[in-house]
Every structure is written in structure tokens, then in C-alpha cells.
């Protein structure tokens, strides 16, 4: 292992933010389902190391040992207040918690309970994650999250319930067409209910803004702009995250039926929904995560007039701000 010899800026991520395939490589690492296993010693001792690299205290250590610190403290605590944040709703624990929820949804031919079952069920988690990854510099009354839940399993169970209704009552369409249109029903419930969660439990930052600072880390205001910007990028994510894991095991399912091998052996249909949806997932949540940046950067002349004319401590003119926009 290479010590390391020149001083990293261990504030920054690993690989770069500007390019997309270096977001893609630090979100595989956030979400590492491995560092869910971290113990508290092992946690207290990364952050101890970082605080130690930063201050000066330690210069000559191991390069490799300083960003596998800096990988548990990214996917273990929170960017705006460093607390830690709860285990089932970490971002490297949503797999695991998803998958059983999804496998639910794709049940064949559900009844009214199985669907208001699951999707609320989804919504609930979803409201979960949305509460403990969002940006922390706009506290959220308890009303609030209790309103937008509620909101949100509406949504969710009245878009299902419609859209599997609608597929019954559609005529004139061949058994693979409407076997297709029905597997699509529980993407669109969780697309759309999905957007509406993250609006409503992030109605605070649209309404009142979120904090932005200067490339020196100083906060110098909260812009609602900002605020639509950070909530608009994570409800795509949210979309683009649902998209494969939905899509892609009735897919893949649907053409293995065409096989004899398979029709004659019933017993693996779970195990391969199964594998199909949590590689489909663990596949699609780095990349789904990775389409903006979770520091994101916004030229001040698309911000408020209030942040015109800032000054950055070299008395230069201040051009771009930053925010965290939350996962």
C-alpha cells in the first residue's frame, strides 16, 4: 500500500463531480451495501482520522486507508448536520429494504388489498428516505411530513387502483399487450406518487429556500430557486431509480415463459424475480443517483437579485453557489 505523499483535499469527493462517470463511481461507493456492517468503533475511528488529516495532526498516512474513512463517514452520515443516519434508510441500505416492497408489487393480478397493501407500503419507505437524505438546512415540522405522507399513499394507492381498473376494462387488445400495460401499472403509480412525495415532504425548500454558500463553504442566503432546482433533480433520480427495477424483471420473466425449461420448473420463478429485481436495483440506484451532482453548483445570475454583487474573502466577485441537494 502507497503512503501518501502530497496533501489531499479530503473535503472533496474521491472522484470528480464534473463528469458523470465520477459521480457514478462515488455513489457506488455511498452506496456500498458492505459499509452497513461498519462497527462504532470502526466508525469513531474514521471520523477521528479525517478530523486528525484535516487539522494537520497526521500528514504521512496510507492514501487508501484515507478514502475507505472517508467512504464509511459519506454512507453513514449526514452531509448537513454529521449525525448519523438511521440504518434501514441509508442510501446503501436501500436494496434491501426495497426489494421485498417491489417483489410485492409485481405480483401477478393483485387484488385491491394487495395493491393499497404495497403502495403504501412503498410510500412509506420512500417518505422515510426522502426525510433522513434530504437537505438539513430546512428544518420540517412534524405536521408537515405527517401531511405529505398521507398525501403521497393517495396518490400512490388512487393511481394504481385506477390504472389496474382501467387495464381490466380495456377491449381489443391481445393477452401480451395487455400482460404488458399491466406490468407498467405499478412503475407509474410509483412515478407518480413517487413525485409527489418528494414535493410535498420537501414543500419547505420550494417555499422558503435552502441554505447556499461560496466555494469557501460560507452560507450566504437561502434561495428557493436553489430549492426547486435540489427537489426537481432528486424526483427524476427517484424516477430513474424505479424505472429498471420495475420494468425489467416482468420483462425478463415474461420471456423465459416462452421456454419449456422453465414452464416445467415453476419453483424458480421466485429466486429469478428475486435476483432480477435486486440487481436490477442495486444496477440502477448509483446510476439513477449519479445523473446530478449531490453538491450541486448554480451560476448566481439564475439565483435571487439578494445574491448579487457577493464577494468571496479575496474581495472577487462571487459567480457560482452551492448546495447540498440531498439524495
Not at 464534473?18 to 468503533?41: C, K, N, P, Q, W
Not at 464509511?72 to 441509508?90: A, M, Q
Not at 440487481?279 to 437579485?305: D, G, H, N
Amino acid at each position: 500500500m502507497a503512503e501518501q505523499t502530497t496533501m489531499i483535499d479530503i473535503s472533496k469527493p474521491r472522484y470528480s463531480q464534473d463528469s458523470y462517470l465520477g459521480r457514478l463511481r462515488h455513489f457506488i461507493e455511498v452506496t456500498d451495501m458492505r459499509t452497513l456492517f461498519a462497527t462504532d468503533s470502526q466508525l469513531e475511528a474514521s471520523k477521528q482520522l479525517i478530523a486528525d488529516y484535516k487539522a494537520g495532526k497526521i500528514t504521512n498516512v496510507d492514501e487508501e486507508m484515507l478514502w475507505n474513512a472517508k467512504k464509511l463517514i459519506d454512507s453513514t452520515f449526514h452531509p448537513d448536520t454529521g449525525e448519523k443516519v438511521f440504518l434501514p434508510f441509508r442510501m446503501a441500505c436501500f436494496v434491501p429494504t426495497n426489494v421485498a416492497i417491489i417483489m410485492g408489487m409485481l405480483v401477478p393480478n393483485p387484488g385491491m388489498g394487495s395493491i393499497i397493501f404495497w403502495q403504501w407500503m412503498n410510500q412509506s419507505v420512500n417518505v422515510a428516505f426522502n426525510y433522513f437524505n434530504a437537505n438539513k438546512t430546512t428544518k420540517l415540522e412534524t405536521s408537515e411530513v405527517a401531511a405529505s405522507y398521507g398525501s403521497a399513499v393517495l396518490a400512490s394507492c388512487g393511481i394504481a387502483v385506477g390504472l389496474n381498473e382501467y387495464v381490466k376494462r380495456i377491449k381489443n387488445v391481445s393477452p401480451a399487450t395487455r400482460a404488458l400495460i399491466s406490468r407498467m401499472v405499478p412503475f407509474a403509480a410509483v412515478a407518480g406518487a413517487g413525485t409527489v412525495n418528494v414535493f410535498l415532504m420537501r414543500q419547505k425548500e420550494l417555499r422558503d429556500g435552502i441554505t447556499v454558500t461560496d466555494s469557501e463553504g460560507k452560507a450566504v442566503g437561502a434561495s428557493t430557486r436553489a430549492g426547486w432546482m435540489a427537489v426537481s433533480q432528486v424526483a427524476i433520480s427517484r424516477i430513474a431509480t424505479a424505472f429498471p427495477a420495475l420494468m425489467v424483471p416482468g420483462y425478463i420473466l415474461s420471456k423465459l415463459e416462452t421456454q419449456a425449461w422453465f414452464r416445467n420448473n415453476p419453483r424458480l420463478a421466485a429466486p429469478i424475480n428475486l435476483a432480477t429485481i435486486t440487481l436490477s436495483l442495486a444496477a440502477a440506484l448509483p446510476c439513477a443517483v449519479a445523473l446530478f451532482p449531490q453538491r450541486a453548483e448554480i451560476s448566481v445570475a439564475s439565483l435571487e437579485a439578494k445574491f448579487r454583487g457577493l464577494k468571496d474573502s479575496a474581495g472577487r466577485p462571487v459567480e457560482k453557489l452551492y448546495f447540498n441537494r440531498g439524495l
